[in-house]
T-cell receptor
């Protein structure tokens, strides 16, 4: 059974800092890995999707990497802003379903 | 685009009553819809997977008689929480996969907050 772990559970940084969120998974037989953003009481916003054959994806200030063999992914956020404050979820796509981590709650302090 | 809506966005009900939550794919046909539940500070947990016109497949530990899922068309799935109890209070999120795309690519609705008093 796939298990997804996200570290840290919470992170607080001053505005402008670069930061890295970590995601690890136990079963490397995945189709893709996706990073989502979730604001309090809201649904999910897809940020980046990395196919199993890819190493990284970039969108604006976000960069996600994938090392399938070691079961790890990182989400890099450059020049953080208060508007980046949210919970970031990592989800791994296996056979017909997604397995989510518990998320990292990010607070960017102005 | 691939927009999924949910209705209602939040609902408060009395213990013992039933609540229906709708999930609609607005601009695409959804061959498969998924229902997730998220408790505070927890990850999304898959409850069930439904394909249009067939019975839903429930995950282990999810009572199919309590959480009734109907996927009557390619754009609508409903989740009915029957005889709701306070422990059913949670955030329910649906997602849908497009016809022609892999099931692993899912488009998520905005969620429904259920509070059972």
């Amino acid at each position: 059974k796939q298990e997804v772990t996200q570290i840290p559970a919470a992170l607080s940084v001053p505005e402008g800092e670069n930061l890295v969120l970590n995601c690890s998974f136990t079963d490397s037989a995945i189709y893709n890995l996706q990073w989502f953003r979730q604001d309090p009481g809201k649904g999910l916003t897809s940020l980046l999707l990395i196919q199993s054959s890819q190493r990284e994806q970039t969108s604006g200030r976000l960069n996600a990497s994938l090392d399938k063999s070691s079961g790890r992914s990182t989400l890099y956020i450059a020049a953080s802003q208060p508007g980046d404050s949210a919970t970031y979820l990592c989800a791994v796509a296996g056979s017909y379903q997604l397995t989510f981590g518990k998320g990292t709650k990010l607070s960017v302090i102005p | 685009g691939a927009v999924v809506s949910q209705h209602p966005s939040r609902v408060i009900c009395k213990s013992g009553t039933s609540v229906k939550i709708e999930c609609r794919s607005l601009d695409f046909q959804a061959t498969t819809m998924f229902w997730y539940r998220q408790f505070p500070k927890q990850s999304l947990m898959l409850m069930a997977t439904s394909n249009e016109g067939s019975k839903a497949t429930y995950e282990q530990g999810v009572e199919k008689d309590k959480f009734l899922i109907n996927h009557a068309s390619l754009t609508l799935s409903t989740l009915t929480v029957t005889s709701a109890h306070p422990e059913d209070s949670s955030f329910y999120i649906c997602s849908a996969s497009k016809a022609g795309e892999l099931r692993e690519t899912q488009y998520f609705g905005p969620g429904t907050r259920l509070l059972v008093l």
